[in-house]
């Protein structure tokens, strides 16, 4: 078949690696946050350098949805569910997890899943495809009915794994862990959360278990694979702290914030207590309390990024847009090429409602939307910034682009066509528009 126009293919692909997210609730999605995405890059790191994988290559996501999951939709991403980020109790254990996953990038087990999803023909596939991408950003609704019973068997052929897939992975992870200085025993503590689960009725199991079959034949091969290394003694410092902040944000954001102030005093560091307290007090809410927490964190780690977007967080939704301003500018002085610092920024420029502000905004929000396009809050405050710059054109095309990857079709093609009649033919903008009214099936 010819080779899909680059827009579309790159559509095609982000589809495919939402696939599996089609058998989700409506309101589950990606979780979206640079400190926990930081966080889990570098408890990630020495993993996917062992397993010959490149770190700046390989995402880690986190699926919000409490059950507890794991597995790898592409080369270049492995989702985790939040519920099995949240059970771990050890860097040690999240590490095993993502050995495992990146084992089956490096053992090329989806390799035939990825050459047969190219090679796919059916147009109402792509916008199967395409409609998984509705549960990602955790707003709007599925596009009614498409992946309505098609999910279970896109699951199975896509992310299902053999039992010699799972031995492969297994036996290759271990190596992994023991390269980059990990306790392989954590894997066999993994395997334990999970253990007894095939007894249950399908309803009643974790997903993990469905995708990654688990018998008693492989949970003694990984004890006899684990059973080769020596034990390491201790633990790293570094991945201890960072897979207590991922952990610790995640749960203060998920859990009820008194929950969260129950528990302060478990936190393993200082600044991760403040940041976990602040968290809890934005979402009573309690805006001087949090406002006031989240300084002091900041003040004992002024040079960290993701504490100063935490901070803009808190103020903006405070209504304190300069204030917020001020916070995400000293993030992105730090982190100038995070995406969603920079999404977040913009949205706080546009918050100031004048035209200086305006002007900051598009061009922070374009930088944004150039280095992750699959996001529909950035598309979002972008249309809006083309709007109040006065390109109709280019705020119907980021309109059209943020609908398209919500899997809302009809709605995406409205404001592709608007775009497409006032964009110059063959630009790149105009090349976006019409690829996506072939996606909608209204060229």
């Known amino acids: 078949m010819p080779a899909l126009p680059a827009p579309r293919a ?100 989806i390799a035939r899943r990825m050459a047969n999803a190219r090679n796919a023909r059916n147009v109402s596939l792509l916008g199967l495809m395409l409609s998984a991408a509705a549960a ?23 992310f299902a794994h053999t039992r010699a897939e799972e031995a492969a992975a297994d036996q290759s992870g271990a190596r992994y862990l023991a390269a980059a200085g ?66 610790g944000k995640l749960s203060a954001f998920i859990r009820a914030p008194d929950w969260t102030l129950r528990r302060l005093d478990a936190s393993a560091t200082p600044d991760i207590k403040l940041m976990r307290e602040a ?69 706080a420029l546009l918050a100031l409602d004048n035209a200086d502000g305006n002007v900051r905004a598009l061009r922070v929000l374009e930088k944004a939307r150039a280095r992750d396009a699959a996001s529909p809050s950035i598309l979002r405050d972008l249309g809006q910034a083309y709007a109040r710059a006065g390109r109709p054109a280019m705020a119907s095309l980021a309109v059209a682009e943020r609908y398209a990857l919500l899997g809302r079709f009809d709605d995406a093609a409205i404001h592709a066509r608007r775009a497409a009649g006032q964009l110059p033919n063959g630009s790149p903008a105009r090349i976006r528009a019409d690829d996506i009214l072939r996606a909608a099936g209204k060229s």
């Not at 986190?62 to 050890?90: Q, R, T, Y």
């Open 279 to 347: 968290i809890a007090y934005h979402r009573k809410p309690d805006a001087a309390r949090a406002t006031k927490t989240i300084a002091a964190a900041v003040a004992q780690r002024p040079d960290d990024a993701f504490l100063r977007e935490l901070q803009g967080q808190i103020l903006l939704e405070s209504r304190r847009p300069a204030e917020a301003v001020a916070a995400y500018a000293r993030a992105v002085d730090m982190r100038p090429s995070d995406p969603l610092i920079l999404g977040a920024y913009g949205r």
């Open 10 to 109: 790159a559509l095609l692909a982000l589809a495919l690696l939402l696939l599996t997210l089609t058998a989700l609730p409506a309101r589950a999605g990606l979780i979206r946050d640079p400190d926990i995405e930081h966080s889990l890059a570098r408890l990630a790191a020495p993993i996917l350098t062992a397993a010959g994988l490149s770190p700046a290559r390989v995402r880690i996501l986190v699926i919000n949805d409490s059950k507890l999951n794991a597995f790898v939709a592409d080369s270049a991403h492995i989702f985790i569910h939040s519920g099995l980020i949240l059970k771990a109790e050890s860097a040690d254990q999240l590490q095993a997890v993502i050995a495992h996953e990146a084992a089956h990038i490096a053992n090329s087990h």
């Open 182 to 247: 990990v306790d392989p025993h954590a894997a066999v503590e993994i395997l334990d959360i999970f253990r007894g689960q095939e007894a249950l009725s399908v309803s009643r199991q974790d997903p993990y278990n469905r995708t990654h079959p688990l018998t008693n034949d492989r949970y003694r091969a990984m004890q006899a694979y684990a059973a080769g290394y020596k034990p390491k003694t201790g633990g790293d410092p570094t991945a201890a702290y960072w897979f207590a902040r991922a952990q």
């Open 136 to 158: 990602v950003a955790g707003e709007g609704q599925l596009a009614g009915g498409l992946a309505a019973g098609t999910a279970s068997s896109a699951q199975r052929v896509f």
